[in-house]
Nanobody, 126 residues
């Protein structure tokens, strides 16, 4: 069984910060590259950031570079469980979206379909 559980979203003012958390469990997920993605109203889901298994490499979308930091808590990681975080600083209204974690570059597949968790809503007011 696979589960993706995102949390930490909220309503903030522009310039403020939030820290998102994700616990992904099942099917050897502890060994995967993990990423954060977001989907704003009326838009396609987009890549935000990714981190390798050993936290040695990270990648960011240009729109969040210098403001967001992805990390991975390896002390809590096992072969089948991984905790991933997204520290978001200097949030802007254009960061408003539902944020999801998943494997990167391709999402988890279950029964022939892409599997996504519930996500966590981030709303930034100007």
């Amino acid at each position: 069984q696979v589960e993706l559980a995102e949390s930490g979203g909220g309503f903030v003012q522009a310039g403020e910060s939030l820290r998102l958390s994700c616990v992904a469990s099942g099917r050897g997920l502890g060994n995967y590259v993990m990423g954060w993605f977001r989907q704003a109203p009326g838009k396609e889901r987009e890549f935000v950031a990714a981190i390798t298994y050993g936290s040695s490499k990270t990648q960011y979308a240009d729109s969040v570079k210098g403001r967001f930091t992805i990390s991975r808590d390896n002390t809590e990681n096992t072969e089948n469980t991984v905790a991933v975080y997204l520290q978001m600083n200097n949030l802007q209204p254009e960061d408003t979206a539902v944020y999801y974690c998943n494997t990167d570059p391709r999402p988890i597949r279950l029964d022939g379909n892409d599997y996504w968790g519930q996500g966590t809503q981030v709303t930034v007011s100007s």
